[in-house]
Nanobody
Framework: QVQLVESGGGLVQAGGSLRLSCAAS????????MGWFRQAPGKEREFVTG????????YYADSVKGRFTISRDNAKNMVYLQMNSLKPEDTAVYYC??????????????????WGQGTQVTVSS
């Protein structure tokens, strides 16, 4: 059974940094696309970033470009989200997701097959 477990969320001041981790288990994720989404209260879940299995292709939402970096370690089945220069508007529950169809980096939530339980990120002003 596929399982995704996020960690690393917390409370940080504006301008600070956090690193989220996603531990994937249940199968080899070498050919998957991995993504991070977030959902703020009263808002829809939105794409943050995604990475192709090879690690060479990444996409970022415009709102996080230049501040967030996604990476993966296939040997450890881990995905990371380094978040720098955090803003209050980054406050949300962050979700790790995995898509079996790994040819392109999907940006729609419905293209992802597996989801973690989420980790809260709160950025204070």
């Amino acid at each position: 059974q596929v399982q995704l477990v996020e960690s690393g969320g917390g409370l940080v001041q504006a301008g600070g940094s956090l690193r989220l981790s996603c531990a994937a288990s249940g199968r080899s994720f070498d050919t998957y696309v991995m993504g991070w989404f977030r959902q703020a209260p009263g808002k829809e879940r939105e794409f943050v970033t995604g990475i192709k299995w090879s690690g060479g292709i990444r996409y970022y939402a415009d709102s996080v470009k230049g501040r967030f970096t996604i990476s993966r370690d296939n040997a450890k089945n881990m995905v990371y989200l380094q978040m720098n220069s955090l803003k209050p508007e980054d406050t949300a529950v962050y979700y790790c997701a995995a898509a079996e169809r790994g040819l392109v980096v999907h940006r729609a939530a419905y293209d992802y097959d597996y989801w973690g339980q989420g980790t809260q990120v709160t950025v204070s002003s």
